[in-house]
Nanobody, 122 residues
Framework: QVRLVESGGGLVQAGGSLRLSCAASGSIFKIDAMGWYRQAPGKQRELVARITTNGRTNYADSVEGRFTISRDNAKNTVYLQMNSLKPEDTAVYYC????????????????WGQGTQVTVSS
């Protein structure tokens, strides 16, 4: 079992910044990567950013250059620094403990946090 707790969401004006945190506990030794996902009303949940155990990062095209994912291994915490926020970034943001399959592709596990709401006003 893995427990994930997100925090740091809120209401911000366009162009502003927020920093999300995700604290992980439990069977975290099975984690291959940590991912931040988001889900806007009426849309599917999408990957925003990923950081692997080797420190490699991936970003969705829509956030490349504006968002930065990082981690603090000592605290078992992953962060998402979001700068230059846009109204289209409005969503509930979730973190997930990802796994990797035999082909090297990452996929989300069944472990999700409760989510944190990010609202960007224009």
């Amino acid at each position: 079992q893995v427990r994930l707790v997100e925090s740091g969401g809120g209401l911000v004006q366009a162009g502003g910044s927020l920093r999300l945190s995700c604290a992980a506990s439990g069977s975290i030794f099975k984690i291959d990567a940590m991912g931040w996902y988001r889900q806007a009303p009426g849309k599917q949940r999408e990957l925003v950013a990923r950081i692997t155990t080797n420190g490699r990062t991936n970003y969705a095209d829509s956030v490349e250059g504006r968002f930065t994912i990082s981690r603090d291994n000592a605290k078992n915490t992953v962060y998402l620094q979001m700068n230059s926020l846009k109204p289209e970034d409005t969503a509930v943001y979730y973190c997930n403990t990802e796994r990797v399959d035999l082909s090297g592709s990452y996929y989300p596990s069944d472990y999700w946090g409760q989510g944190t709401q990010v609202t960007v006003s224009s």
